[in-house]
C-alpha cells in the first residue's frame, strides 16, 4: 500500500512539473499568437501522443523485468541524481531559481516577433509549431515516467491515473488563469522529484543488477526519506559555503546594505 | 547526413548524461560492480545507496567550482 502511494506521489509530481512547462508553451502561443492554432497544436500533439503510447505501452510490457530495471534503473538514476543536483544547487543559492513567469515573458517576445501565416483550422502556422513541439516532448517525458514507472512495479494503470491527474489539473488551472502557473512551487516540486526519481532508480537499478532489497518494496520507504535528509543536510552546508544564501547574507548584513540582489527573490522565492 | 547525426548524437548526450558525466559514469560504474558482488553471491544492495553518498556531493563541489 505504501509501495503504491509512493508511485502514485511520484509519478503525479513528476507529471506536474512536465504539464506545467507544457501548459506555459501553450499559453504562450495562444496569447501572443492565435489561440485556435495553438489549440490544434495541442490537439495534434496529443493525437500523437495516443499514437506513440499505443505502439510503445505494449513493446514496454514485453521487455523482461530484469531487464527493464536495471535500463530504466540506470536512467532514472541518472535523471534523477541531474534534477536533484540542480535542486539542491538553486535551494542553496548557487544556481537561479527556475522562474515560469520570465520563461513565459521570452516565449511571448519570442513569439510575437514571428510573421504570421496560415489557413483554416491553423490561421498561425508558427502558434501551431510552438504548442505542438511544447506539447509533444513534454508528453514524451510524461509517457516515459508513467510506462516506465508502472511497468516495473507491475501497476501501470495506477501510474496512468496520476499522469492523466497530473495533466488535467495542470490544465484546467491554466485555462482558469489564462496565465503562467507562477504560484505551483515548481523548484519545491523539482527538489522533491529529484529524491523520488533518485530513489526509484536506486531500488530498480540495484534490483535489476541482481541485488535483493531487504523488506522488498519496503525498502523504498525507507530511501525515499534517507536521501531527502542527506539532500537538505546537503543543502544546509552549501548555503554556508562562499555564494550560497546563508553566506551573500551574512556579507550583505556585514556591509550594512541589506540584502544582496536576488538574494531575498532567491530565498521567499518558489522553491 | 553527418551533421545531423552529429547533432543527434550531441541531444542524445545531454539528455542522457547532462550536465555532469561523473554522475553518469558514477552510476554505470555503481551497476556493474552491484552485478559483479551479485554474480559473487555477495549482498550487493547497499553500494548504489554508499555510492549516492558520495557521488552527490562530489557532483555538487564540482559545480560550485566552476560557477
Excluded at chain 1, 505501452?57 to 541531474?82: C, M
Excluded at chain 1, 529529484?194 to 532508480?201: P, R, V
Excluded at chain 1, 525498502?219 to 554556508?240: G, H, K, N
Amino acid at each position: 500500500m505504501g509501495a503504491a502511494w509512493a508511485l502514485f506521489a511520484a509519478v503525479f509530481l513528476a507529471c506536474v512539473v512536465e504539464a506545467v512547462e507544457a501548459t506555459t508553451i501553450v499559453l504562450a502561443a495562444g496569447t501572443a499568437r492565435d489561440w485556435r492554432s495553438a489549440t490544434s497544436g495541442l490537439t495534434a500533439a496529443l493525437a500523437a501522443l495516443a499514437v506513440i503510447v499505443a505502439v510503445l505501452g505494449p513493446a514496454v510490457s514485453a521487455i523482461p523485468l530484469h531487464a527493464l530495471r536495471l535500463v530504466v534503473g540506470a536512467l532514472l538514476l541518472i535523471f534523477g541524481l541531474q534534477w536533484l543536483r540542480k535542486a539542491i544547487l538553486r535551494a542553496s543559492g548557487h544556481k537561479a531559481l527556475h522562474d515560469e513567469d520570465s520563461i513565459y515573458r521570452e516565449q511571448v517576445e519570442s513569439a510575437a516577433a514571428q510573421p504570421a501565416s496560415g489557413t483554416g483550422l491553423v490561421p498561425d502556422w508558427f502558434a501551431f509549431t510552438l504548442a505542438f513541439k511544447g506539447v509533444l516532448l513534454e508528453g514524451l517525458e510524461v509517457v516515459f515516467i508513467v510506462l516506465t514507472f508502472g511497468a516495473n512495479q507491475h501497476d501501470v494503470g495506477l501510474a496512468a491515473i496520476a499522469g492523466i491527474c497530473a495533466a488535467v489539473v495542470v490544465a484546467a488551472a491554466g485555462l482558469a488563469v489564462r496565465k503562467p502557473l507562477a504560484r505551483v512551487p515548481e523548484n519545491t516540486m523539482k527538489f522533491i522529484v529529484g529524491i523520488m526519481l533518485t530513489a526509484f532508480g536506486t531500488f530498480w537499478g540495484a534490483e535489476g543488477a541482481g541485488a535483493s532489497w531487504p523488506g522488498s518494496d519496503a525498502a523504498l520507504l525507507v530511501l525515499i526519506p534517507a536521501i531527502a535528509l542527506f539532500a537538505v543536510a546537503l543543502v544546509a552546508v552549501l548555503r554556508r559555503l562562499p555564494g550560497g544564501l546563508a553566506a551573500a547574507r551574512q556579507a550583505g548584513r556585514g556591509a550594512g546594505a541589506g540584502s544582496p540582489a536576488g538574494v531575498d527573490a532567491a530565498a521567499g522565492g518558489r522553491g | 547526413m553527418a551533421r545531423w547525426l552529429r547533432s543527434a548524437l550531441a541531444v542524445s548526450y545531454d539528455f542522457v548524461v547532462g550536465d555532469d558525466w561523473v554522475v553518469a559514469a558514477g552510476v554505470v560504474a555503481g551497476l556493474a560492480a552491484t552485478w559483479a558482488l551479485s554474480r559473487a553471491s555477495v549482498a550487493a544492495w547497499w553500494l548504489l545507496p554508499v555510492l549516492l553518498a558520495v557521488l552527490i556531493p562530489v557532483s555538487l563541489r564540482r559545480a560550485v567550482r566552476r560557477h
